[in-house]
């Protein structure tokens, strides 16, 4: 079987509940986007663990095809209008120094 399946059920089931209600007026997308960023960087973690070469440059996916974080990692960006509001709402974070 492919990657850890609840795992990646998660974080399709975290990109449907944003995709449902981030558009309600006063929604907070904190929960969802913290609970995807511990998912990330839990399988970082697992994959670091399995020692890849550290020259290996591939996406994860590519690197290793079955391998969860590749998996979560295609998942999440795979949805546009999901990515373009994270990347535009820290783009105009006034909290980010560059």
Do not use: C
Not at 8 to 22: A, F, N, P, R
Not at 44 to 62: G, Q
């Amino acid at each position: 079987m492919p990657g850890n399946l609840k795992e990646i059920t998660d974080v399709g089931q975290l990109l449907k509940k944003w995709e449902e209600e981030w558009s309600t007026s006063g929604y907070n997308p904190l929960p969802v986007l913290t609970r995807m960023a511990e998912i990330v960087e839990a399988e970082i973690e697992t994959h670091l663990k399995v020692d890849p070469d550290p020259f290996d440059e591939r996406h994860p996916s590519r690197a290793d095809p079955n391998g969860t974080l590749g998996l979560v990692l295609k998942l999440i960006f795979k949805k546009d209008n999901f990515m373009d509001k994270v990347t535009s709402s820290l783009l105009r974070s006034k909290d980010i120094q560059v």
